[in-house]
């Protein structure tokens, strides 16, 4: 069973940028980034293949830029422009390797609020 471990989110003002990393303990395939606001369903925020090919929700595009260390087994997420409805709980996820999904693992969640 893979672990992951993010890092990085808190507290940030309305235009602010916050980043996030999740460091995964073994081989995966794509990893991604998704949130949960309160009281609303679990989305898909960013993807990216071990190969480097990404996909952002449209919300996000422009402000945020996933990446990711092969080497590290980390995933990454440059988030910009904050606004006050980004602020939910974001999780990282990442796929079995040789997997198609990208959601077989999860992290433990990490909060991040932006105050206007």
């Known amino acids: 069973q893979v672990q992951l471990v993010e890092s990085g989110g808190g507290l940030v003002q309305a235009g602010g940028s916050l980043s996030l990393s999740c460091t995964a303990s073994?081989?995966?395939?794509?990893m991604a980034w998704y949130r949960q606001a309160p009281e609303k369903t679990r989305g898909l925020v960013a993807r990216i293949t071990r190969g480097g090919t990404t996909n952002y929700v449209d919300s996000v595009k422009g402000r945020f830029t996933i990446s990711r260390d092969n080497a590290k087994n980390t995933v990454y997420l440059q988030m910009s422009s904050l606004k006050p409805e980004d602020t939910a709980i974001y999780y990282c996820?990442?796929?079995?390797?040789?997997?198609?999904?990208?959601?077989?693992?999860w992290g433990q969640g990490t909060q991040v609020t932006v105050s206007s």
């Open positions: 073994g081989i995966t395939s794509t």
């Open positions: 996820a990442a796929g079995r390797f040789g997997s198609l999904r990208e959601n077989d693992y």
